[in-house]
T-cell receptor, first 116, second 116 residues
Framework: AQKITQTQPGMFVQEKEAVTLDCTYD???????LFWYKQPSSGEMIFLIY??????QNATEGRYSLNFQKARKSANLVISASQLGDSAMYFC?????????????FGTGTRLTVIP | DTAVSQTPKYLVTQMGNDKSIKCEQN?????MYWYKQDSKKFLKIMFS?????LIINETVPNRFSPKSPDKAHLNLHINSLELGDSAVYFC????WGEGPNSYEQYFGPGTRLTVT
C-alpha cells in the first residue's frame, strides 16, 4: 500500500495567491514525521517544513505552513502569497521509526505552476 | 560551503560497465542515504547507513552496494549496469532520530546516470 498519496499531479496558482497541496499518509506507527520538499527545475531537493506526529500545533516556516489533520491522516502544505520562484515539484514524505530506519517514503509529487 | 556534494553530476556509460558515484557531507551528520528518482520523478530509498548499521531496501538489486570509508562519505557502487538503472541518484544526510525525533534530510544535487 502506498504510504504517501499526493492526488494532484499538477496545480496552478495566480501569483500572490495562496495554494494548498494535498498529502495523505498511511501508517500504524504512532510516532512518525512528515516532511515537505521542493524540487525546482534545477533538480535539487530543498527541505521546506516538518511536522511531528506528537506536535500539537501546525508547523510554519515563513510562507509555508502545514495543515496537519491527524485523524484524517492528512498533512497538506499551504503556500501563502505565491511567487514565481515557487514553481516547482513538491514532494510530501514520511518517516516511520518502526521501520528501524530514518528513511523517507515519498509521494509522487505535485507540480506547481505560478502564473504571473 | 556545499553541505552535501556528489560527483559526478552527470554520468553516461554503457551497459555492463561498473561505475561509482561519490557523496560527501560536511554537516557533521551521522546518517547518510541513497535515493533513486526515476523518470516519473518518483523518489525511492535505496540505502540508509549510520555508524551502527546499513539498512538496505529489499527491492534494490545486489549489483548496487554502498561503501562508507568514514562518517562523512557514502559512495554508491553499481556493477553490471543495466538500461533500467538510468535515473537520478540522490545522496542525503541527516542526524539519526530515535522514536518521535525526526530530522530533516539534506540532499545532494543529484547524479544523472544514463546507461546506453
Amino acid at each position: 500500500a502506498q504510504k504517501i498519496t499526493q492526488t494532484q499531479p499538477g496545480m496552478f496558482v495566480q501569483e500572490k495567491e495562496a495554494v494548498t497541496l494535498d498529502c495523505t499518509y498511511d501508517t500504524s506507527d504512532p510516532s512518525y514525521g512528515l516532511f515537505w520538499y521542493k524540487q525546482p527545475s534545477s533538480g535539487e531537493m530543498i527541505f521546506l517544513i516538518y511536522q511531528g506526529s506528537y506536535d500539537q500545533q501546525n508547523a510554519t516556516e515563513g510562507r509555508y505552513s502545514l495543515n496537519f489533520q491527524k485523524a484524517r491522516k492528512s498533512a497538506n502544505l499551504v503556500i501563502s502569497a505565491s511567487q514565481l520562484g515557487d514553481s516547482a515539484m513538491y514532494f510530501c514524505a514520511m518517516r516511520e521509526p518502526q521501520t528501524g530506519a530514518n528513511n523517507l517514503f515519498f509521494g509522487t509529487g505535485t507540480r506547481l505552476t505560478v502564473i504571473p | 560551503d556545499t553541505a552535501v556534494s556528489q560527483t559526478p553530476k552527470y554520468l553516461v556509460t554503457q551497459m555492463g560497465n561498473d561505475k561509482s558515484i561519490k557523496c560527501e557531507q560536511n554537516l557533521g551528520h551521522d546518517t547518510m542515504y541513497w535515493y533513486k528518482q526515476d523518470s516519473k520523478k518518483f523518489l525511492k530509498i535505496m540505502f540508509s547507513y549510520n555508524n551502527k548499521e546499513l539498512i538496505i531496501n529489499e527491492t534494490v538489486p545486489n549489483r548496487f552496494s554502498p561503501k562508507s570509508p568514514d562518517k562523512a562519505h557514502l559512495n554508491l557502487h553499481i556493477n553490471s549496469l543495466e538500461l533500467g538503472d538510468s535515473a537520478v541518484y540522490f545522496c542525503a544526510s541527516s542526524l539519526w532520530g530515535e522514536g518521535p525525533n525526526s530530522y530533516e534530510q539534506y540532499f545532494g544535487p543529484g547524479t544523472r546516470l544514463t546507461v546506453t
